[in-house]
């Protein structure tokens, strides 16, 4: 059976088909793997290249022999490629010529130093990539790789030698490797290679020796690699046994299957397995195995459950939770695919008849296994699980006991009233109909006491003689025995489909749970939702107060708590755990073996980028901790957290990105646009006071007064120009403050064109601003200064001879000013973007400016309350619509 159950599903063959097939076209990587530099790697490559020469195209793509002649003595008789000369801050640089290889295309290419980082300007920005690139289109690659420079292993090597690697390469590179040999040197001969100058040149050597190449590091290297290299090795022959379909194990590595399930020595099942796998140096696995039957396990027995394997995995376990509807079988499913070696289950209770006929697990496994080991551990209390069958282990129900017992009475009634038209037998179906809704509605145990309880009525009401166990006929007897044998099936077979479902059920609440969250969060736009949305859920599904803890922008190592309006206000003491939880990427707090005194549980939010933060879940219950099945919908919970807030903090880099672009835009515009308006007037200030103090230059009197007038003009001039940057800078800082009082249109507009007509005495402008206008509310130096800007900008644009029209009126609670030229108007793209900071129209007249004026006319007119307008006039021309709102007490009526 167990063989049936491991024979690959056509949906796998078909991925090994198409797996094998993709390995065909793609190249064969053999990397040359070492602990450190000088132990051989590069050549044992090229003694290898040596040998296949004769019967293989290859060429030397890249290799570095470091002036060593014991290597370089392998280079005569291959083809090198000539390398490519990339220029770099005025040095050229040899580097591998990637398009060269491609171009002669060989069947076999030599590439040096897989960690190596390109020159800028090249493809790609590591060697790896090259390598990559020439596997793909079918060319075979020997490369050579020292251990250091794996991505995973970076942060461990660094703690023992001191030396941070900066050139890495990514694990996929050794997974997706098709050989691997191992170049291998005792660490003694490595230190003699040093001091005989055969790895640095001789004035590194001391310091290389203090600082990385010590007997101990190199040691500590040295099993690095031996363990890359059988992980490595171990791998290819478990998908050798699978795509082969072969049951195993093959002992090659030892590797320990223990089996966690709610029990009184489950603890010591769990330490015993530690202690085999430190005395086997073995990788050890803890595996639960949810059937249907075990849907409704009691409180003590779930919370034994998440205990021991919490427990397994403080211990280094690999815990693994299955589904299956065979205890047995899936536990030898599970061994027979990952090569496990032994297996280490409980003892049963007893061994009487009754263990006998129940067929415990260890007794299956121990008769099924073949050639994997099996370990017993003795001990007191429950057994490991007494049934292979998916039968529920309900707790006495007495109700549904006493429901089957109405049930068969009822049906007892019903069949008395038919009894008279039907022959006996047929009764029996009323029978069997009862016990499949007792197994339906009441269970298993109930549903067999309906089978018996249906039986002894048959006999005692249906079959003469009546009201006595005997029967007169003989087939009778047979009669019975089918009855009692097809409920007992149909109460295990009902009781199985319900005990599925209800297990089917719950899988689909958690899918849809997740689903729903994944929606949810996908529709969430912006950091402070989707952290809301995180919570939100937290609390409907866990039932718990959640707070999501990320790092400060400023200061990473202060985590600060989202959102501020949360329901639990953390204290200093909930902060340090999750700081502590952060940085060691670590559960933490209340119901861990870490900080457990803490009030809530945090769990470490992670992506393959790092750590983003902390979720931290306060329990509503203290006296009910999270199930088997909760803490791994948390754990999917988490991650689904995670890849959302790095979703969101990624759009928000974005956009910071953009506004930060937008910003370097905009100064370069503002440089751009004010150089010129700035150094105008300063250049025609600076005319006016050479000139005057020049004494060769005779100046009568009123040359003198004209030449200080335009001195005067350009410095009025140049004051406006700044006075607009500053209002700009006080407008986007939110500093404006209005000194609002009442005030008169008719003042402010006279007010306006007194100050403008200083600079166009030659212009007409038409007033039309009606008496008895109700009070504004304003600051009115600054409605004033709207004022002038629109008033300056109509009379630029417009031409010298036309009139500027300025309109008052009153309408629906406000006041409306409206400026009107006869220029050329606006086009219609650029009506929308007039108010905007630097935004000018181009006029055929190149009228200067900065483009600030209408955009501070937008900001002043806004923080009163009011709302600026620009529409194209009918003829020809520009309308600037001002609305000001009047307050009710300014309301006046006609007088």
């Known amino acids: 059976m167990v063989d049936k159950l491991i024979r690959p599903s056509p949906d796998k063959l078909l991925e090994q088909i198409k797996a094998d097939e993709a390995r065909k076209r793609r190249g064969r990587l053999k990397i040359f793997l070492g602990y450190a530099a000088g132990v051989g790697k590069t050549y044992a490559m090229l003694e290898a290249a040596q040998r296949q020469k004769s019967e293989t195209d290859l060429v030397v793509a890249y290799v570095e022999t470091h002036g060593r002649a014991e290597t370089e003595a392998f280079l005569p008789g291959l083809e090198i ?39 800028p300007g090249l493809r790609h920005p590591k060697r790896y990539q090259d390598a990559e690139e020439l596997l793909e289109v079918g060319i075979d690659v020997y490369a050579t790789l020292n251990i250091q420079h794996l991505e995973s292993l970076r942060e461990s090597i660094a703690q023992i030698t001191g030396v941070w690697v900066r050139e890495t390469v990514p694990d996929s590179v050794i997974d997706e490797a098709d050989e ?6 005792p660490p003694d001969d490595l230190l003699q290679r040093l001091k005989e100058g055969k790895v640095y040149i001789s004035e590194q050597i001391s310091h290389a020796v203090a600082n990385f190449f010590r007997k101990g590091n190199l040691s500590a290297l040295r099993e690095y690699s031996m363990r890359i290299s059988a992980d490595h090795i171990d791998t290819q022959v478990r998908e050798y046994m699978s795509a082969h379909t072969i049951h195993g194990p093959w002992p090659t590595a030892e590797r320990l299957l223990v089996c966690v399930t709610p029990g009184q020595w489950g603890s010591r099942i769990i330490h015993t397995a530690r202690s085999l796998a430190l005395q086997l140096n073995a990788e050890w696995i803890a595996i639960h195995v949810e059937t249907p039957g075990s849907v409704d396990i009691s409180p003590e027995q779930q919370e034994q459950l998440t205990n021991l394997i919490r427990l397994a995995e403080k211990l280094g376990a690999r815990v693994e939770i299955l589904q299956g509807l065979s205890v047995a079988n899936t536990i030898l499913e599970y061994a027979y695919k990952n090569n496990i070696t032994k297996i280490i289950l409980g003892k049963p209770r007893d061994v009487h008849l009754r263990n006998i006929l129940s067929r415990s697990v260890a007794n299956q496994v121990v008769r099924r296994s073949k050639y994997v080991d099996v370990y017993i551990v003795s001990g007191k209390g429950q057994p490991l699980e007494q049934n292979i069958l998916p039968v529920r282990q309900l707790p006495v129900q007495w109700l549904g006991y006493l429901l089957s017992l109405a049930l068969v009475s009822c049906t007892t009634l019903l069949g008395y009233m038919v009894h008279p038209f039907f022959h006996p037998v047929n009764v029996v179906m009323l029978y069997l109909l009862s016990i499949v809704v007792s197994a339906i509605y009441f269970g298993f145990g109930p549903s067999i006491l309906t089978s018996v309880l249906s039986l002894l009525a048959f006999d005692i009401f249906f079959i003469p003689p009546y009201f006595t166990l005997a029967t007169s006929e003989a087939y009778y007897l047979f009669t019975f025995a089918v009855l009692l044998a097809v409920g007992v099936v149909i109460s295990y077979l009902t009781s199985r489909i319900r005990s599925q479902s209800e297990a089917a059920q719950r899988r689909e609440n958690e899918t849809a749970t997740l689903y729903s969250l994944s929606k949810q969060l996908s529709v969430s736009i912006g950091l402070k939702p989707t952290l809301k949305t995180i919570i939100d859920s937290a609390k409907d599904q866990f039932k718990q107060n959640a707070v999501v803890f990320l790092p400060d922008k400023q200061k990473k190592e202060i985590l600060k708590a989202y959102p501020e309006e949360a329901g639990v206000i953390p204290g200093e003491n909930e902060n340090a755990v999750a700081v502590w939880t952060y940085q060691h990427q670590k559960a933490a707090g209340y119901g861990t073996d870490t900080l457990p005194d803490a009030s809530a549980l945090y769990l470490p939010l992670s992506t393959a980028h790092g750590g983003i933060g902390v979720l931290a879940l306060w329990p509503l219950d203290t006296e009910n901790q999270l199930t088997v099945q909760q803490d791994r919908l948390l754990k999917a919970f988490a991650d689904l957290a995670s890849m959302a807030i790095e979703r969101a903090q990624l759009a928000e880099a974005a956009n910071d990105a953009c506004v930060l672009e937008a910003s370097q835009k905009l100064q370069t515009a503002l440089l751009n646009s004010i150089s010129h308006d700035l150094r105008t007037p300063l250049v025609s200030i600076i005319g006016v006071l050479s000139s005057l103090q020049e004494e060769s230059i005779t100046l009568d009197n009123a040359a003198k007064n004209n030449l200080i007038q335009v001195a005067l003009e350009e410095a009025e001039r140049l004051n406006h120009l700044i006075t607009n940057l500053l209002d700009v800078s006080r407008i986007e800082a939110g500093a404006l403050k209005l000194s609002r009082q009442p005030a008169d249109m008719q003042d402010i507009v006279g007010a306006a064109l007194e100050q403008i007509g200083s600079r166009y005495k030659t212009r007409k402008i038409n007033v039309e601003i009606p008496d008895g206008l109700p009070l504004i509310s304003v600051d009115t130096s600054l409605i004033i200064q709207v004022l002038v800007n629109v008033l300056d900008n109509a009379l630029k644009y417009s031409g010298s001879n036309s009139v500027v029209d300025v309109v008052g009126l009153q309408a629906a609670g406000e006041i409306q000013v409206e400026i009107s030229d006869r220029g050329a108007g606006i086009p219609e793209h650029d009506l929308q973007h007039v108010f905007d900071k630097f935004y000018r129209v181009q006029s055929p007249d190149n009228v200067s400016g900065t483009g600030l004026g209408l955009s501070i006319c937008r900001g002043i007119v806004e923080a009163h309350g009011g709302t600026i307008s620009a529409e194209n006039r009918p003829g020809g021309g520009t309308t600037i619509r001002i609305k000001l709102p009047v307050p009710i007490q300014f309301t006046r009526s006609e007088t």
């Open 180 to 185: 691997i040999e191992l170049i291998d040197l």
């Open 81 to 119: 490629i000539p390398r490519k000369q990339v220029q770099y801050r005025g040095l050229a640089v040899a580097e591998m010529d990637l398009d060269a290889v491609l171009a002669r295309r060989p069947k076999l290419a030599l590439v040096d130093e897989l960690a190596h980082t390109n020159t």
